[in-house]
């Protein structure tokens, strides 16, 4: 098989041989206890493009175990609903004594005059949302986009992606629609469904529900590396914007419906779709945008808005002594996230620091760029802020 990845002679061995078919390369399909385990390999999925880097530890949590009722006064926050961010953020603390310079979006591996980046994600309890709205059919682009979506924040143009399916009994319809979904994510990002793992799993998960992981892999070359390490003070930030909730904060989204009274099939407060269509909207997958923006210069650093928003992402990729001001009202926040406060009674900061609050991605970039992309009609993009000397993350 003939590709264009062209990094260097290695990489393109490499990729021609993982994408022989099945019939000429190993397999393992071993029975397991009490289930059975499916390799899908990627001669099923041709190449979806012609493609013309160790640091990353990021640590979600979706155990719902609070000892509250959904009914006690007070505003709820992502702990209340089994979430602690500061225990995760712990336990990566101490994974980096063990192995150190974790900490990005991504994982980097030198290879050749490149790096090879890669990053592993799930959708968490959106699932939840999906086995109750019947939704299957995007669930899949939620997965894809966890992980090429922080793999191209170090410019690296993915490359192939692998899923793991796991279920306790195989609905073959429903499994088709998720994967369906999965090559969909991955022809928007324009990279290669590689192959993927389902593993059937009896008396492990309830009846119709099952459990995705995505692992993205990509390359960008050594000095073209978006690191952040050249951000200085003055740079200016590009809020790139989301399509809702994306795949993160559903913990608490959930524990606010509850208390709201609401069902997933009531309209959403002040617009003609119901809550569950607008918080099963799929995540935004920003590939093609961002590596747009970086070919034309000027991007110094690039943060994922997810777990944790502004408040813990963007400091990730500051150099130490600078931080973040965002500017408050720069951008319209979408109809769910004021629902979601408003039901919930969520503290400003409480939000800040758990959703997106309708931007996905934030580019940091110098003020001659700035101008450029937006004035760039293809793409709508938003000035939220500037660095500044300092650290963390205000609002002004």
Same mark, same amino acid.
């Given at each position: 098989?003939?590709?264009?990845?062209?990094?260097?002679?290695?990489?393109?061995?490499?990729?021609?041989?993982?994408?022989?078919?099945?019939?000429?390369?190993?397999?393992?399909?071993?029975?397991?206890?009490?289930?059975?385990?499916?390799?899908?390999?990627?001669?099923?999925?041709?190449?979806?493009?012609?493609?013309?880097?160790?640091?990353?530890?990021?640590?979600?949590?979706?155990?719902?175990?609070?000892?509250?009722? +959904?009914?006690?006064?007070?505003?709820?926050?992502?702990?209340?609903? #089994?979430?602690? =961010?500061? *225990? @995760?953020?712990? %336990?990566?603390?101490?994974?980096?004594?063990?192995?150190?310079?974790?900490?990005?979006?991504?994982?980097?591996?030198?290879?050749?005059?490149?790096?090879?980046?890669?990053?592993?994600?799930?959708?968490?309890?959106?699932?939840?949302?999906?086995?109750?709205?019947?939704?299957?059919?995007?669930?899949?682009?939620?997965?894809?986009?966890?992980?090429?979506?922080?793999?191209?924040?170090?410019?690296?143009?993915?490359?192939?992606?692998?899923?793991?399916?796991?279920?306790?009994?195989?609905?073959?319809?429903?499994?088709?629609?998720?994967?369906?979904?999965?090559?969909?994510?991955?022809?928007?990002?324009?990279?290669?469904?590689?192959?993927?793992?389902?593993?059937?799993?009896?008396?492990?998960?309830?009846?119709?529900?099952?459990?995705?992981?995505?692992? +993205?892999?990509?390359?960008?070359?050594?000095?073209?590396?978006?690191? #952040?390490?050249? =951000?200085? *003070? @003055?740079?200016? %930030?590009?809020?790139?914007?989301?399509?809702?909730?994306?795949?993160?904060?559903?913990?608490?989204?959930?524990?606010?419906?509850?208390?709201?009274?609401?069902?997933?099939?009531?309209?959403?407060?002040?617009?003609?779709?119901?809550?569950?269509?607008?918080?099963?909207?799929?995540?935004?997958?920003?590939?093609?945008?961002?590596?747009?923006?970086?070919?034309?210069?000027?991007?110094?650093?690039?943060?994922?808005?997810?777990?944790?928003?502004?408040?813990?992402?963007?400091?990730?990729?500051?150099?130490e002594g600078l931080g973040a001001v965002i500017y408050n009202n720069s951008w319209d926040v979408p109809t769910v996230f004021k629902w979601i406060q408003e039901a919930g009674r969520i503290e400003d900061a409480e939000m800040r620091r758990t959703f997106n609050m309708g931007i996905g991605m934030v580019l940091i970039v110098t003020r001659e760029a700035s101008r450029r992309l937006l004035e760039d009609g293809r793409y709508k993009a938003y000035r939220i802020g500037e660095v500044v000397r300092g650290e963390g993350v205000s609002y002004?």
């Amino acid at each position: 098989m003939t590709t264009a990845v062209a990094a260097n002679a290695e990489i393109s061995r490499v990729f021609t041989t993982s994408t022989r078919p099945s019939s000429i390369k190993p397999r393992a399909i071993p029975p397991t206890i009490g289930g059975c385990s499916f390799n899908r390999l990627s001669w099923r999925f041709p190449l979806l493009s012609a493609p013309t880097t160790s640091k990353s530890r990021v640590f979600s949590m979706s155990k719902e175990n609070d000892g509250r009722s +959904a009914d006690e006064p007070g505003g709820l926050t992502y702990k209340d609903a #089994g979430v602690d =961010i500061d *225990a @995760g953020s712990e %336990l990566v603390r101490r994974i980096a004594r063990m192995a150190p310079g974790i900490g990005g979006f991504g994982g980097l591996f030198p290879l050749g005059d490149s790096y090879l980046v890669a990053g592993t994600d799930g959708v968490g309890t959106k699932l939840k949302l999906a086995f109750e709205t019947g939704i299957h059919e995007t669930i899949g682009i939620d997965l894809v986009a966890m992980s090429v979506n922080d793999i191209v924040t170090s410019g690296a143009k993915p490359l192939f992606f692998l899923d793991y399916f796991a279920t306790s009994r195989l609905d073959v319809d429903l499994a088709e629609k998720v994967i369906k979904g999965i090559v969909d994510g991955c022809q928007q990002s324009d990279c290669t469904l590689l192959g993927g793992e389902t593993a059937e799993m009896p008396d492990f998960y309830a009846d119709g529900e099952y459990d995705l992981s995505g692992f +993205a892999v990509g390359i960008v070359k050594k000095d073209s590396v978006i690191d #952040g390490k050249n =951000i200085e *003070a @003055g740079d200016v %930030l590009i809020g790139l914007p989301s399509s809702g909730v994306h795949s993160n904060g559903f913990s608490l989204v959930r524990r606010v419906l509850a208390r709201s009274g609401l069902s997933l099939m009531d309209k959403l407060p002040g617009e003609d779709i119901t809550l569950g269509e607008a918080l099963m909207a799929p995540t935004v997958i920003y590939v093609k945008q961002v590596l747009d923006f970086i070919s034309k210069g000027g991007v110094k650093g690039i943060a994922h808005i997810t777990g944790g928003g502004f408040t813990d992402n963007m400091p990730r990729v500051f150099p130490e002594g600078l931080g973040a001001v965002i500017y408050n009202n720069s951008w319209d926040v979408p109809t769910v996230f004021k629902w979601i406060q408003e039901a919930g009674r969520i503290e400003d900061a409480e939000m800040r620091r758990t959703f997106n609050m309708g931007i996905g991605m934030v580019l940091i970039v110098t003020r001659e760029a700035s101008r450029r992309l937006l004035e760039d009609g293809r793409y709508k993009a938003y000035r939220i802020g500037e660095v500044v000397r300092g650290e963390g993350v205000s609002y002004n």
